[in-house]
């Protein structure tokens, strides 16, 4: 069964950092580009961050550039997104997402950050 | 960025009506645009991909339709489990942005 599994959400304070990992299984990981993905509570999706399958290039949502950073460890089948100098609006349910012809296919089932005092 | 705009924002309807939401960019995207549903609480599920192509699973009673700036997704005979929210995404150029979102909700 292809499954993305995110982990790493929790309560941080503005100004503080967090890791996201994304468990990967179920088909050749390598092989994918991937993004992250987040939703703030009640309102839309919103694209985060992608990379490509063999992690030589990467792009950012403007509102994160310089203070989040993708990287993946294909041997280990994970997606990482370390996340700096957070603040209120990056409180949202991050997805793991996997792309396959210019759509996002699989998505894991999210983790939860909070950032507040 | 490429600017992706939906309507309506919601939507009531019944069992077995026709729906069709409608969505905008606000420049050519050829065909990449992509439609997502997601129901409370749980992960967006992709529906159409690259405008009409239906994601294997989805039932057909889904379909995509447009190209360049103007795009639609029709369900044909809504059905009880396909109240949710739905999301169109461009996949023409980074930021990969989504549309606002289409609420349906049961009249």
């Known amino acids: 069964e292809v499954q993305l599994v995110e982990s790493g959400g929790g309560l941080v304070q503005p100004g503080g950092s967090l890791r996201l990992s994304c468990a990967a299984s179920?088909?050749?990981?390598?092989?994918?580009?991937m993004y992250w993905v987040r939703q703030a509570p009640g309102k839309g999706l919103v694209w985060v961050s992608r990379i490509k399958s063999d992690g030589s290039s990467t792009g950012y949502a403007d509102s994160v550039k310089g203070r989040f950073t993708i990287s993946r460890d294909n041997a280990k089948n994970t997606l990482y997104l370390q996340m700096n100098s957070l603040r209120a609006e990056d409180t949202a349910v991050y997805y793991c997402v996997r792309e396959t012809k210019y759509c996002m296919d699989v998505w894991g089932k999210g983790t939860t950050v909070t950032v507040s005092s | 960025d490429i600017h992706m705009t939906q309507s309506p924002s919601s939507l009531s309807a019944s069992v077995g009506d026709r729906v069709t939401i409608t969505c905008r960019a606000s420049q050519s995207i050829s065909s990449y645009l992509n439609w997502y549903q997601q129901k409370s609480g749980k992960a967006p599920k992709l529906l159409i991909y690259a405008a009409s192509s239906l994601q294997s699973g989805v039932p057909s009673r889904f379909s995509g339709s447009g190209s360049g700036t103007d795009f639609t997704l029709t369900i044909s005979s809504l059905q009880p489990e396909d109240f949710a929210t739905f999301y169109c995404?461009?996949?023409?150029?980074?930021?990969?942005?989504f549309g606002q979102g289409t609420k349906l909700e049961i009249k």
């Open positions: 179920g088909f050749t990981f390598s092989g994918y580009w």
């Open positions: 995404q461009q996949s023409y150029s980074s930021p990969y942005t």
